[in-house]
T-cell receptor
Framework: DTGVSQDPRHKITKRGQNVTFRCDPI?????LYWYRQTLGQGPEFLTYFQNEAQLEKSRLLSDRFSAERPKGSFSTLEIQRTEQGDSAMYLC???????????FGPGTRLTVT | AQSVTQPDIHITVSEGASLELRCNYSYGATPYLFWYVQSPGQGLQLLLKYFSGDTLVQGIKGFEAEFKRSQSSFNLRKPSVHWSDAAEYFCAVGRNTGGFKTIFGAGTRLFVKA
C-alpha cells in the first residue's frame, strides 16, 4: 500500500504525559499537512511542511505542540504535557509538487485521561 | 477569512432516494472546492474537486457537485443513494497560496434507511 500511513492508530495517555505521532507520506509527495479533528467537527489545520521546512503553523498549535520533518520524508507531531482538551483525531495528509488534492492518512486517535 | 458552512448536521434518506448535501463557502478569490467522505474509523477520501471550468463536477461513487458562484455554494448530489453511502461528508475550500491549506466544514452525517 503506497498511501499515507500514521502510527500509532490509537493512543491513550494520562494528562501531563508527552506523546509523539508519526506520519509517513506518499513517497513522492513533498508537502505534508497535520490536522486535528474533534468529535462532531471537520478537520482543523495545524501545520504544513514543504520538504523539511515548516512554512505555516496555526494558532491552534500551542507551545506544547511541535512538529518536525527532518529529512523531508516522514514527520512527527509531539504534544508535551497533554491536557484532556488535546483528545482528538490527528490527521496527516500529503500532496505532490504539481497541484493535486491532499491524500489523507487514517489518523491517530488520542485519548487523554 | 475563509469559512465553510454545512447547514445540515445530519440527514436521513431512504435507500434509492436522491440526495443533496448543502455547502456554502466564504472566500475572497476563486475558490478551490472539495467534497470528502469519512467512514467510521477511516481517513478522508476525496469524492470530487472543483478548480475551474465546467461548474458541474463528476466524482467517484456516482456523486456530483455544482459550483454556483452567485450563491457561494457547492452542493453535493447523488441520484440514488446506496446503504454503503452512510458516512460523514465534509465540504472544504482550499487556498491557492501558501501551501494550499484546506478549511473544512463541520460535516453532515448521512444516515440511509432501508
Amino acid at each position: 500500500d503506497t498511501g499515507v500511513s500514521q502510527d500509532p492508530r490509537h493512543k491513550i495517555t494520562k494528562r501531563g504525559q508527552n506523546v509523539t505521532f508519526r506520519c509517513d507520506p506518499i513517497s513522492e509527495h513533498n508537502r505534508l499537512y497535520w490536522y486535528r479533528q474533534t468529535l462532531g467537527q471537520g478537520p482543523e489545520f495545524l501545520t504544513y511542511f514543504q520538504n523539511e521546512a515548516q512554512l505555516e503553523k496555526s494558532r491552534l498549535l500551542s507551545d506544547r505542540f511541535s512538529a518536525e520533518r527532518p529529512k523531508g520524508s516522514f514527520s512527527t507531531l509531539e504534544i508535551q504535557r497533554t491536557e484532556q482538551g488535546d483528545s482528538a483525531m490527528y490527521l496527516c495528509a500529503s500532496r505532490g509538487v504539481s497541484f493535486d488534492e491532499q491524500y489523507f492518512g487514517p489518523g491517530t486517535r488520542l485519548t487523554v485521561t | 477569512a475563509q469559512s465553510v458552512t454545512q447547514p445540515d448536521i445530519h440527514i436521513t434518506v431512504s435507500e434509492g432516494a436522491s440526495l443533496e448535501l448543502r455547502c456554502n463557502y466564504s472566500y475572497g478569490a476563486t475558490p478551490y472546492l472539495f467534497w470528502y467522505v469519512q467512514s467510521p474509523g477511516q481517513g478522508l477520501q476525496l469524492l470530487l474537486k472543483y478548480f475551474s471550468g465546467d461548474t458541474l463536477v463528476q466524482g467517484i461513487k456516482g456523486f456530483e457537485a455544482e459550483f454556483k458562484r452567485s450563491q457561494s455554494s457547492f452542493n453535493l448530489r447523488k441520484p440514488s443513494v446506496h446503504w454503503s453511502d452512510a458516512a460523514e461528508y465534509f465540504c472544504a475550500v482550499g487556498r491557492n497560496t501558501g501551501g494550499f491549506k484546506t478549511i473544512f466544514g463541520a460535516g453532515t452525517r448521512l444516515f440511509v434507511k432501508a
